[in-house]
Structure formats: structure tokens, C-alpha cells
């Protein structure tokens, strides 16, 4: 029996589509299939009515269609404030991120970070300079065991990494640039 309050049957129509979401998931997707070319018919009509509506709007008072497109788009941004949470807590949620990736990838917590960079005096393990821009020192570990060696500057990092972790590249390296000292 229907109710004689609308609200109360409005709710009870909301919780029944809740239960039965898949249900008239379902039933809409096999409606948008056997009526694809009325939908696309319909959505290009109703464009185009919407399209000359605006441009009549538009060509009688420019400057109050403006105003009101200046509102609409106020109100839709105040509605959608879950933006605004988005890129305020977007800092915790990279530092997040980057520690989860640390500790998957090397095996160490953001603490264990912190005191081998305190260890290091908080420059690069390779050359003792500290980091120019924002970067923080990369973790250097050994391709073939994972065990961590320290902390490098980015560019000391791609340069052993480019070497291949080889002792031998770099010893064979080091006597290329002494022996053009000497000359």
C-alpha cells in the first residue's frame, strides 16, 4: 500500500533501489543497449536545444548570462568540497605513499631513513654534498642481495646505477679521468 506521506515513500523507493542495485544496474544497461540510437537522438537534440537556448541568452544580455554562469560555477565548486580535502591532505597522502614504498621495496621504515640520513650528517654518502632541490637522498641498495648501503644524492645514484654497480667499471672509470690529469 502506498504511503500517504511522499517522504516516507521516497525513502522507502531509495532503500528499495539500495538493495536492488545491481538489479536496475542491469536493467538499465540492457535499456541503453536496445535503445542506443533513440538515446543518441535524444542527447543530440537536447544538445542542440541547449546550445540555441544559451546563445539567445547569451546574444540578449552578455553580461548577465556572465554573471550567471560566474554563479553556477561558484555553487558547483562549494558543493564539490571534497576537492578542497583532496589537495589539502595531498602532503600526508605522498608521504604515505613513499613510505609504503620504501618499506616494500627496501625494507626499512621512515625512522630507520631518518637515522641513517642523521648518521650521514644528512649529506651524500658517495661526495658529502647535500641535495639542491627539494629531493631527499635516494636509497642505494645492491642490485642482487636488496641490502641497503646508504644514502646518495640523485645524481651519484643514476651514476652508480649507469655503472652498473660495477667495482670494476668504476676503478676502470677512475684511471680514464687520472689519466687525463696528467696529460
Known sequence: MPYLDK???SACNARYRRRHKAQYAAYAAAYRLRH??????????TREATNRRRKELYQSDPEKYR????????????????VSDYHRHKAARLAKMRETFIARK???????????????????????????DSRRLSIDHDHVTGRVRGLICHKHNVGLGLLGDSQELVSKAYVYLAADQVK
Open 7 to 9: 517522504s516516507k515513500q
Open 106 to 132: 627496501y625494507g626499512i621504515t621512515e625512522d630507520i631513513y631518518k637515522s641513517m640520513l642523521k648518521s650521514q650528517g644528512g649529506k651524500c654518502a658517495v661526495r658529502g654534498c647535500t641535495t639542491v
Open 36 to 45: 542506443k540510437e533513440k538515446l543518441a537522438a535524444r542527447s543530440a537534440e
Open 67 to 82: 554573471a550567471s554562469k560566474r554563479i553556477s560555477y561558484q555553487k558547483r565548486k562549494e558543493k564539490a568540497g571534497f
